[in-house]
């Protein structure tokens, strides 16, 4: 999990990430994957994986909260805009 919390932090210094569901939701712009905090809520959880399976789209546990990785204060779910940081995410999360 260490790789994962690397492109994350990577992610985050190019601006490629989305914070919180209700921006993910209103962004136009293509996401590749979404990263999902193991302290996220039943209700996120389970609307987080239906709207993966709705534009198919990865989605991604991590073991660490997120909190922690990214540094965003009380962040359950993230979205990647980029395709090979989303890539390796995936790659390196299964």
Do not use: W
């Not at 709207?51 to 922690?68: S, V």
């Amino acid at each position: 999990m260490a790789k994962i919390e690397n492109y994350l932090g990577f992610a985050v210094k190019s601006g490629k990430i989305i914070y919180g569901l209700d921006n993910i939701e209103r962004s136009r712009k293509r996401k590749y994957v979404l990263v999902l905090c193991p302290t996220a809520s039943k209700n996120l959880s389970e609307y987080a994986e239906k709207y993966a399976e709705k534009f198919d789209i990865p989605i991604i546990k991590t073991d660490k909260p997120l909190e922690e990785i990214i540094f965003k204060r009380n962040c359950k779910l993230v979205a990647l805009l980029d395709p090979n940081m989303a890539k390796a995410v995936t790659d390196n999360g299964r």
